[in-house]
């Protein structure tokens, strides 16, 4: 019968009396898939799903199909996996504030329990941590009993019981912990303390704090990042025991962070005021390596009531490099209100930044599209240029979507516009720094990627080869779109030579998948002599590694790559050519051909010293690394 499970040592009479009430009684209220699920095998609980049971329902207990499958000696697992797949919570509470895990511990089910925690993605996964974070000493013990080997154990960031237990427990269980053997200086990954989590507990922090002080953990102690526990408790708004901790020797200035710089930030202002009482020139004297004030930090992250706090205390709302208006673009929680406020107070939304930018630019930047919208309610002006770029232009150089398809519906006129000198249009700027999304949307609203810029006439296959994150995606697109794979701009030259000059193997890659002409030439000249004319090592190896019949191919005035090589005196570039050349076959007498390659009439100075480099190494000296 159900109820020789209650012969278990994990719990008093009262309790089993109560347990009994929630999962046996009439009373109880338990649907038959709860049963199912206490009694009998998933196979059953799939049945009376499918005959209309209902997964989600609870009893007036806040008991769940899974407390009930927590019960299940043999299928508990197995039960709670389908169902949590389902979207059932495994840590959903009763009445009395227990999950299904605690159900499986009073009967004495550790492993199944241990398996139950696991089911979760994230959280603990320590049952003992588990129960020590609910502050349930007695089952922690329970636990311990059963595997002391969780006692030790550290979670993924480092931070043993005693940590959870300084987060979220009491005194006892704390003392407890430290009595069966755990370090209170133990620090986590972050190197976290007792006291960084202990000033994080609202309950029981006040009692931990003193606690952990009397037992030499530093109440000054960093993180990596520098935040101390005055931090935490700053962050956490426990002002009593911010309190305790100064009265415990702990620093307002410890820390190389500015605390009350922490606090605005954090938008956590009685801790503000707090440290302010202290210390009032924390925050007047507070200027960063660009001018900001404390009030620019506050635009940015804090909500009206600290940015009006921080005025009245006398912060200034201007630096030499900008006003906070240019930060309330990055505030998206508040910056819709701190808008209208620092208008009202006499900012100019207009004004410009020591970059140019205006402070709606920055709100585009940032992708706060609520925020450019207050400000353009409020005057701010959309036609203005950054750096000879409108804001559109400027966006698409950003490759900002969000912020460039905001502007066009506030003005489908200037993505329009011609850029000067070059002549250059939209698209021509997306291809050099753009994405295929932008391309694409350019497109659908009227570009065509066919468009040459008149000055240089260079298409945007040329343009592509300028981008290093994007453009190797963007060739087969331009030339599905109808762009020539070689069109040649004002000075001969191919996308294929830009992509060369430019060192993006990746374009020229693209470029030569997507038909680009490995035999162009620019009078006369091959690509690897184009290459050794500009000096470009790098881009003479791709194509060498590719053509290497380009090595002894006759350009201008028929002279070879080799030629070229030797008359710029490049002994190190000439040995690779030669090396290349035998290793591909293409080149069957080094020494000879190095012979051959300058004519009688060069400099004499460069023919005696080169050919006297060659005379040292010989055949072997050629062609070695």
Known sequence: MFHDRWDSPFMALADIDRFMQKTMSEKAGATWLMLAARDRDLRSCLELVEKGGDAKATTHYGVTLLHFAALNKRHAVNITSHFVGQGLDLLKKDVDGESPIYYAVRLGLFEAAEKLLALRSTGIKNLLHYFVAEDKLEIVKRVHSWNKKLFEAVDPEGKNALHFAALCADLRMCQWLIEKGLDPKSLSVEKMSVLHHAVLNSRHGKELVPFFASLNVDVNGEMEKGETPLHGALFAENLDVARTLLRLGAKLNKSKNNILIFCVMANKLKSAQFVHRRSNSLVKNYVDSKGQTALHVAAACADEKMCAWLVRVGVGAESPESTVLHKVGYNTNHGTKLTPFFVNMGLDLNERDESGKTPIVHALRAGNLAVAETMLGLGADLEIKVGGFNLVHLFLICNNMKAVRYLHR??????????????????????????????????????????????????????????????????????????????????????????????????????????????????????????????????????????????????????????????LADLEFFRFLIREGKKKGVVNNPMLAALMCLPPNSEKVIRNNFFSSLGEMGEKGLTSP
């Open 410 to 567: 506030k003005n489908k006129s200037m993505v329009q516009e011609i850029l000067s000198p070059q002549r250059t249009n939209a698209m021509h700027l997306v291809a050099t720094f753009g994405d295929l999304a932008m391309c694409s949307w350019l497109c659908k609203i009227g570009f065509d990627a066919r468009d040459i810029a008149s000055h240089f006439r260079n298409s945007v296959l040329h343009f592509a080869t300028l981008n290093r994150q994007f453009g190797k995606l963007l060739v087969p697109f331009f030339v599905y779109k109808g762009v020539d794979v070689n069109q040649r701009n004002a000075i001969s030259m191919t996308p294929l030579h830009f992509a060369l000059q430019k060192e993006n193997f990746e374009v020229a890659e693209a470029l030569l998948k997507s038909g680009a002409d490995s035999k162009v030439k620019i009078e006369r000249d091959n690509l690897l002599i184009f290459c050794i004319r500009k000096k470009l090592r790098r881009s003479a190896e791709f194509v060498v590694e590719k053509f290497a019949e380009q090595i002894l191919e006759a350009g201008a005035e028929g002279q070879t790559a080799l030629h070229v090589a030797a008359r």
